[in-house]
């Protein structure tokens, strides 16, 4: 038989396709951040911050897109599941984008200011492995890949083990007095970007998995608090009436 | 003689299911129309059935009322059951059948006759109530179907006065007025207006405690917005003889057919990729 609304599903498509697009921009950023801010390339770091607000600007026109499917054409079942992740992803991804931007702005704070190598190494490590995450995450969505997309989680932990080693090593360089506190300071933050946009890649993963197979993620608290509630009905936090 | 009305079904929670369906098959002549359709329907419930033309979405409906009864060459194979009742014994009252599961039509049908006798016919033709007893049954009946306000100044004036909306909510206050049990809705808005027809929809959110309802619509939105439960049917294609067989693809809550079908053909329908 027919495909009937064939206009729409087009429609659904071109927001994915879209979002793909944003998300091979933002891949990319990762490393052209780094490098601006291993080399203080104070120009380079100012184009890349401009250059976020076009990021801004077309999440919000897929936003815009993602509603007026929604008020138009009363989206169900698997169509209704794009819709929703779409919305989420491109909130992931403009939040992605914004963490570049910060590593760029870092740039600006350490300006004149040597890293170690050691340091630098573990820099191009944890950007390497942030790229790679989100790299995996537009996989996964393009093909709409639900296996590729739960392995992400996996390699998240070797991400948050690179920023845990760097922290470690700024430690060493301050106590050598190789690192100046306000720099240390800095790049610790740093490091939490990088973190933060493979925490990012994860999420997506969860909403590809979610538009394959409706799956939604076990939140842990949520899980936790289910259990407590069902335990004990007293609010947290509110004595029960006898202890009062 | 059995009475359907011997059965008092027990509340407790396998008595919740108003109708066991299993292999349901219905024919016309030799054509096959239906096969093999088995469902439960719940008590207190909207139950929409969904599909394409010709899927036997209405045929099956019909099956739950015997309206079948009248079309001569209608056979009906399988078990249905109500309230554990086989509603195909011979023994069964038919007449008592359509009593307990009333029937709403897609055109509003009331009798050329004012609005008060509309609602009364039923209760009239019962022989159980008092004259008084029948002024309060059409009140009640028309402060259910949600109409009282609009027509308690000219219960005499013609039925056929009313708009389309107000006449169909007086069908479903005649067919009230009769306490059935189930009330059998086949496309009920779909010759009414988005207004008469939220007007439907919010009535059968306030009946559906008193009543079990079933609804045959072609409006996949309405579906999803009244109901509890969702079956979806489909057509089978004979390739000998090209002709259309209807089939219960899945039934389940009206949420999960709308956000995550078992079924792929669920999906393709509901998603509009087929049609």
């Known amino acids: 038989m027919d495909e009937i609304r064939k206009n729409y599903h087009k429609h659904l498509d071109e927001i994915r396709q879209e979002l793909v697009r944003i998300s091979a921009r933002v891949t990319e950023s990762i490393p052209k951040a780094t490098n601006v801010l291993l080399d203080q390339d104070l120009n380079a770091a100012e184009a890349m911050i401009v250059a976020d607000d076009e990021i801004d600007a077309r999440s919000v026109e897929v936003e815009d897109n993602c509603i007026r499917v929604l008020a138009l054409q009363a989206p169900v079942a698997g169509d209704l599941r794009q819709v929703v992740a779409a919305l989420k992803i491109s909130a992931e991804l403009e939040r992605t984008a914004d963490l570049v931007v910060n ?3 870092a740039a600006r704070r350490i300006y004149g200011h040597e890293l170690d190598p050691k340091l630098r190494g573990l820099v191009l490590k944890m950007s390497e ?5 989100m790299s995996e995450a537009t996989s996964a969505y393009l093909d709409l890949d639900a296996a590729r997309a739960a392995a992400i989680d996996d390699m998240d932990s070797f991400l948050d083990d690179l920023q845990r080693q760097f922290i470690q090593a700024i430690f060493e360089s301050h106590a050598a007095a190789r690192i100046d506190l306000q720099v240390a300071i800095q790049m610790a933050v740093v490091a939490r970007f990088y973190e933060r946009i493979g925490d990012h890649a994860v999420n997506v993963g969860e909403k590809v998995r979610y538009v394959v197979t409706g799956w939604l993620p076990e939140h842990t608290g949520a899980a936790r608090h289910h259990e407590r509630v069902s335990k004990d009905p007293t609010p947290i936090g509110l004595p029960k009436a006898d202890e009062a | 003689m059995i009475q359907v009305q011997a059965v008092q079904p027990e509340r407790t929670a396998e008595s919740s299911v108003v109708f066991s369906v299993r ?3 219905v024919f016309y002549g030799e054509f096959r129309a239906v096969r093999d359709a088995s469902f439960d329907i719940n008590e207190n419930e909207i139950t929409a059935f969904i599909g394409p033309s010709g899927c036997g979405k209405t045929t099956v409906l019909r099956c739950l009322n015997r309206m079948n009864d009248f079309i001569e060459s209608a056979r009906v194979e399988g ?5 554990g009742v086989d509603l195909y014994d011979p023994q069964i009252n038919s007449n008592e059948v359509r009593r307990r599961i009333g029937m709403v039509f ?7 006759k004012s609005i008060f006798e509309n609602v009364a016919y039923g209760a009239k033709l019962s022989g159980r109530f008092s004259k008084t007893e029948i002024n309060e049954v059409v009140e009640n009946a028309l402060r259910q179907a949600a109409l009282w306000d609009e027509v308690k100044d000219r219960l005499k004036a013609s039925a056929l006065g009313l708009s389309g909306g107000q006449q169909q909510r007086l069908c ?3 067919c009230i007025a009769v306490k059935p049990d189930v009330i059998l809705m086949d496309e009920p808005c779909s010759a009414l207006d ?3 027809t939220a007007r439907i929809e919010d009535l059968m959110q ?4 008193d009543f079990s309802i079933i609804i045959v619509t072609h409006n996949m939105q309405q579906a999803a917005r009244v109901s509890d439960r969702t079956a979806f049917f489909t057509t089978e294609i004979n390739p000998e003889s090209d002709r259309r067989t209807g089939v219960l693809v899945e039934i389940d809550s009206t949420r999960k057919i709308f956000s995550m079908p078992s079924d792929e053909r669920t999906e393709l329908y509901v998603t509009g990729r087929f049609g």
Request: glycine letters at 0%; charged letters at 25%; hydrophobic letters at 35%.
């Open chain 1, 103 to 105: 590593i760029c702005k």
């Open chain 2, 206 to 209: 306030e009946i559906k405690k």
């Open chain 1, 129 to 133: 492995q942030a790229r790679a995450l």
């Open chain 2, 79 to 83: 078990k249905v059951q109500y309230h």
């Open chain 2, 194 to 196: 988005p207004i008469a």
């Open chain 2, 106 to 112: 897609q055109k509003p049908n009331p009798f050329p």
């Open chain 2, 172 to 174: 479903i206050a005649r």
């Open chain 2, 23 to 25: 292999d349901l098959n």
